[in-house]
């Protein structure tokens, strides 16, 4: 379209990548009756190749009648869902004359290529964009201010907030005077009634909110001006981009609290695919119902059993209400959630059973099947861990076998020759019961006979004692595997030229195309090739597809010149170290706590001898998930060849239900699954996802203060012994991270896929985790010191900064200049 310039009035709904995100907002409001000043666009078209369209911008600013103008920036990347450029593009306010108004474009137009803007579109994935510029009657402002229509600090939708000052906006938007802040309860109601704003003006703001929200369908940031006639004038209007998604309704009444599984437990922040979500589901399913009706997956990767869990801007959560609601719940489930997820979690935990709109329901809601199940378990898994504990060496030997036989278990069936078999292959796929007792009981005896002693040995030793001890843990499968990386680099030391000058990705590339010279991995590979950094989301390629991250752990351990720093020599004074703690402890409380003391000795060494086992089930039950992404690829693959997806890969951005759709009744799905692969990416992006949800999208722990730790140390969890002082590297993702010998490791969380820089760290630092979770249990196997629950670690802390991080007191010390 070759329009030079439009009334703001004469947009229609086409005409966005002619005018930009802010006019198209704009003329929206227009056409819904809000009071808009009026104005005009100079478009993309005119502006291409940075030419003024003088003529036509002269007419349309005597058709206004001249006088003070706003120029503002619009962007066709601008005021988007997923990224506003709020405050990055140029405006200018009471422009008066056309030399003026001319040189105000220009200014906007100029912006579109600043270093500001570009540094902005490149963090927030958005490509190439194009200029348009809206010039609108000046509005002579008694009073300011911006409107959200949910709380962008705490991500409640029930709230509004207002910020507002007397006199023009820019000065409150620049954050250069300080402004009269209000929150607008769910029925309007302001917190406040004083300030520049009286009741009633807050009303009808809100009123206005509620319009443009409900209308867009989104939360909205509204800026707004009334003049010095009391009227009331709109703006702007674009999406709150920076809020998490709220919870699915489940249209029962009252608030919900979710909490997040995959970050706290799996040590996973990114998002989950929608078959990695699916195929979680139907897997579990498998587990909670192998025979029954009930529960077995449907073709979505439903059932009856998992409607607790959700999936909210693509991670796991937990629907925590009924269980934080039962009768008594304050008096065990903080401590439960301790133990399973670090004490971050608990204090969510406790901040919700303190809050009154969650108290004690004497009759709540019963879920699944009740105490039944595990009833019915209970005699076999007592009966197992007793019998591991009793003979350690044979029930390790019997878990291992398991492993095996899941690996052989978890391979398709013959037959399989058309998408609808593979398909149907996967929705029913489950894991088998008996092999998972088999590899249970020993883990969990190993878990229980850790966990216990500490107690046991209180006023005897030390937790570092008992934390030392637990370190150096042999049969650790991931140990093992970190250890085989290890003696591939040691192997490779001739092409050390090579494996250090050319690109992971690059490597990756010539070793699967049989050119590069033969160090061993091919074995690694068959054994550790279905593992992956967010290995339990199915639609993320394993290393056996993409060894990219295997070599940069390889390029890694090559940088490592102090022969004492080598990972197999670590481990052995790791494991050297707690065998002389433990004779040390062993000695002790023989004299000082004869019965209780033994008790602790005898659970400690069980704990040495299957406490490395707790890592075996997950690696076991990656196989099956491992092989129905191997069938869904088929079936991808299959489907891009009829035209319905792009490249088989695009499988992994459906669910089951939809593929099967795209089987059996033909349904193309290369719009859907560009869509979601934008929002993927977005969610990607994200760099706070929140441990605890309530349903209206409140992020529970932006709703208490944090408590500072003192000046230049940061408070978390001590979670591995030891104390080191070295410069951090902030890593945020594993697969081409660059990791000297003695850094210190800082990261958001850990899991395995993560493991192998762990071998040239000289300590760790996360935001999150558990004692018994991924990131610390293998930091205790190498002697690394750690702290965990570090709040804000990878903001707070600058690569190259030198920190000491003391894991027994659980405490980071900042270098000055933090």
Known sequence: MNIAVVDLAGIDTGMADLVGGKAAGLARMIRAGERVPGGFCVTTTALVGGTLPVGEIERAYERMGG????????????????????????????VTGLPDLLEAVRACLDSLDSERVAAYRAASGVGAARMAVVVQRMVDAAVAGVLFTANPVTGSRSEMVVDAAPGPGAALVDGAVDADHYVLAADGRPDRVDGCLAPQRLAELYAAGRRLRDRAGTPQDVEWAVDHDGVLWLLQSRPVTTLFP?????????????????????????????????????????????????????????????????????RLYFDLTDTVRRPGADRWLPKFVEADFGPRVRTVVEQVLADPRFAPDPKPARRGGGVGPLLRVAPRAVAGVVRALARPAPARDRALRAVDEFRRESVAPPGLDTAARRLRFVADVGLPTRNLER????????????????????GVATEAEVRTVLGGMPHNITIEMDLALWEIAERAGGHRELLLGVPAAELAARYLAGELPDIGLAGFLDRFGHRAAVEIDIGVPRWAE?????????????????????????????????????????????????????????????????????????????????????????????????????????????????????????????????ARRLAYDRERRRTHVPVALLSDGTDVEALRTAKPAGEGTLAGLAAAPGTVTGPARVVRDPADAYLEPGEILVAPTTDPGWTPLFLTAGGLVTEIGAPLAHGPTVAREYGIPAVICVRDATRLIRTGQVITVDGATGTVVLSDGA
Request: net charge positive; aromatic share 4%; glycine share 12%.
């Open 246 to 314: 709220v919870p699915p309704q489940t249209g029962r009444p009252g608030p919900r609290v979710y909490l997040e599984l995959g970050g706290q437990f799996q040590g996973v922040l990114q998002p989950f695919t929608p078959m990695g979500v699916a195929a979680l589901r139907a897997v579990a399913a498998g587990i909670g119902g192998g025979s029954g009706k009930e529960g077995r997956p449907g073709k979505d990767g439903r059932s009856g059993n998992d409607s607790s869990v959700v999936e909210i801007g693509g």
């Open 546 to 674: 993409d060894p990219a991250p295997v070599f940069a752990a390889i390029a890694n351990y090559l940088r490592i010149t102090d022969p004492d720093q080598a990972p197999d020599r670590r481990f052995a004074r790791a494991a050297r170290t707690a065998t002389a703690t433990l004779d040390d402890l062993a000695r002790r409380v023989r004299r000082r706590r004869p019965v209780r003391g033994r008790i602790a000795v005898f659970l400690l060494r069980r704990a040495r001898q299957l406490g490395g086992l707790r890592e075996l089930g997950k690696f076991a039950g990656l196989y099956p998930l491992g092989e129905m992404r191997r069938q869904l690829l088929l079936v991808g693959a299959e489907l891009a060849g009829q035209g319905l997806l792009k490249e088989a890969q695009d499988i992994m951005f459906l669910d089951l239900a939809e593929a099967d759709a795209a089987v059996h009744r033909q349904v193309d799905h290369r719009e859907l699954v560009a």
């Open 439 to 458: 590899m249970i009981w020993p883990l969990m005896a190993g878990i229980l006979a850790g966990a216990a002693p500490a107690a046991l040995l209180k």
């Open 67 to 94: 006088g003070a103008v706003a120029v503002r920036s619009s962007a066709t990347a601008e005021d988007l869902p997923d990224a506003s450029f709020a405050g990055q593009h140029v405006t200018v306010l009471s």
